[in-house]
């Protein structure tokens, strides 16, 4: 079973930063593919950041293209989120989200248990 584990939340005051981090753990991976997604109070899970296998952007959402930066470490399994010039609006439980197929050729989509982030003064 694959595990994700999250890192990095926290509190900021707005224009600060942070970064974020999930290790992926539980198999050895053929491909996959990892993005970052998030949930504020009262509103639907979105997609912020995804980034392939090979390392190549997938996409970021309008609302921090600019600001924040997507990353991977291939030999740690892990992926990374910069996140600059943090708003209010960015407030959220910070999901890891990692999708792909294992040497074994078992196929799965996992999700981290989700980090805090909360930008206020």
């Known amino acids: 079973q694959v595990q994700l584990v999250e890192s990095g939340g926290g509190l900021v005051q707005p224009g600060g930063s942070l970064r974020l981090s999930c290790a992926a753990s539980g198999a050895i991976f053929k491909f996959i593919d990892m993005g970052w997604y998030r949930q504020a109070p009262g509103k639907q899970r979105e997609l912020v950041a995804e980034i392939t296998s090979s390392g190549s952007i997938h996409y970021y959402a309008d609302s921090v293209k600019g600001r924040f930066t997507i990353s991977r470490d291939n030999a740690k399994n892990t992926v990374y989120l910069q996140m600059n010039s943090l708003k209010p609006e960015d407030t959220a439980v910070y999901y890891c989200?990692?999708?792909?197929?294992?040497?074994?050729?078992?196929?799965?989509?996992?999700w981290g248990q989700g980090t805090q982030v909360t930008v206020s003064s």
């Open positions: 989200n990692a999708r792909g197929i294992t040497i074994a050729s078992r196929s799965f989509n996992s």
